[in-house]
């Protein structure tokens, strides 16, 4: 069970901050700065300093709120009946053996966290979906380093957790979709450190576990959409390389279909899906295996033509950052574009798909890297993560002039 542990932990959400870490000579090659804004990182990018923009997009501003009671990094969030829910994670600043079950709700009309029953099971680098107003938290590591198969289910008017079906394997670094109420759990690393194909689905009214198609390519560490009713698997790590591949799975007939690879292999990127289209944004390529490249490139796929077209790089390379859509833009926050182990980035920028075009936003007040964000009337909710040297507990919102 300890070399089981060992494993599974080095092949986790940060294995690869772990990599660029060890790694003398390309920690050399990059400009290391203790301001976590600086823009002066090695990237696949041409250029990306603010005397080169093509415009500043000065619109907003970032406002601190109310803290959390507990700083978290690697935990999740959920929004029910217009509150922010944070759950689990560590408030540890480079470990995992203080997992946390903790969870906190968020008013945003009070400015104010409440603590809430604790989850049944200490849970990091897990997933959330809601469902009919309850929120599922499934898989993941506990506090040990086990990694996890059990689900649990809350109840925000009882304020009560309770223990679900469990997954036929265990999971990290995994993914979530709900289609028709139902939730799909994706790929992942399982035992042994062992990636994932499999596929599940989840049936709330029978509370059952249904094994479904595989995908053709086991993956972690990749992104999901839906596009009218199916899945696209996109990108991630299989066996420590990166992935361009893609395939799209019909609930409907249990199917996966391979579709038109991305130009670029990534790993902890993110996408999201627009009017009918899917960009898949930043994240880094460790085409090699070893070294990894950080990207500032987005690709943007249409089903209906199952073609990817490269559109206009981001300013700032960066990768584990995270993505909110607001009014059909894209909003890119913090991150890391740095090998220096946990550097995190305060930068924000917008892209707007109908001009093609990044747009630099105003900073956050805190670096953050395995945070989390929220969407609550049209405001971006950044909350904890991980700045410099120490888990956070800060909360800051964007509020849109």
């Not at 979906?129 to 996890?148: C, M, R, S, T």
């Not at 399982?190 to 059952?208: H, I, K, Q």
């Amino acid at each position: 069970m300890q070399a089981k542990k060992i494993i599974g932990l080095c092949l986790s959400a940060a294995f690869f901050l772990c990599t660029a870490a060890c790694d003398p000579s390309r920690a050399a090659t990059v400009p290391v700065s203790e301001n976590t804004n600086s823009f002066a990182v090695k990237s696949s990018s041409a250029d990306f300093s603010h005397t080169n923009m093509e415009k500043e997009n000065d619109k907003g501003s970032w406002v601190q709120k109310a803290p959390m009671s507990t700083a978290r990094k690697w935990f999740q969030t959920a929004v029910v009946n217009g509150k922010i829910y944070a759950m689990g994670g560590t408030d540890e600043y480079d470990g995992y053996s203080h997992g946390l079950s903790t969870v906190e709700e968020y008013d945003p009309m009070l400015d104010h966290w409440a603590k809430k029953a604790p989850m049944l099971s200490t849970r990091l680098n897990f997933r959330t979906e809601v469902i009919d107003g309850k929120i599922y938290a499934i898989g993941g590591f506990n506090g040990q380093g086990d990694p996890l198969s059990s689900m649990e289910e809350y109840d925000s008017e009882s304020n009560k957790w309770i223990a679900k079906a469990s997954m036929s394997a265990v999971r990290t670094d995994f993914q979530t979709e709900v289609i028709d109420g139902k939730i799909y759990a994706i790929g992942g690393i399982g035992d042994y450190a062992e990636f994932l194909s499999s596929v599940e689905e989840y049936d709330p009214r029978s509370n059952t576990w249904t094994t479904k198609s595989s995908m053709s390519v086991p993956r972690a560490q990749f992104q999901t959409a839906v596009v009218n009713g199916k899945i696209y698997a996109i990108g991630g790590n299989s066996d420590n390389k990166a992935l361009l591949s893609v395939e799209e799975y019909d609930p409907q007939i249990n199917k996966w279909v391979k579709k038109a690879p991305m130009a670029t292999p990534r790993i902890a990127f993110q996408a999201q899906s627009i009017a009918g289209k899917i960009y898949a944004i930043g994240g880094y390529n460790n085409g090699d295996g070893s070294m990894n490249t950080e990207l500032s490139s987005v690709e943007e796929y249409d089903p209906k033509s199952n073609r990817w077209a490269a559109k206009k790089t981001m300013h700032t390379p960066r990768y584990d950052f995270q993505t909110e859509v607001i009014n059909g833009e894209v909003y890119a926050i913090g991150g890391s574009s740095e090998a220096q182990y946990f550097t995190s980035l305060s930068a924000v920028e917008v892209y707007i798909p109908s001009d093609n075009v990044w747009l630099y936003e105003e900073t956050m007040t805190t670096s953050r890297l395995f945070f989390q964000t929220e969407v609550l009337d049209n405001k971006i909710y950044a909350i904890g993560g991980l700045s410099k040297t120490k888990a956070l507990s800060s909360v800051e919102v964007y509020m849109a002039w």
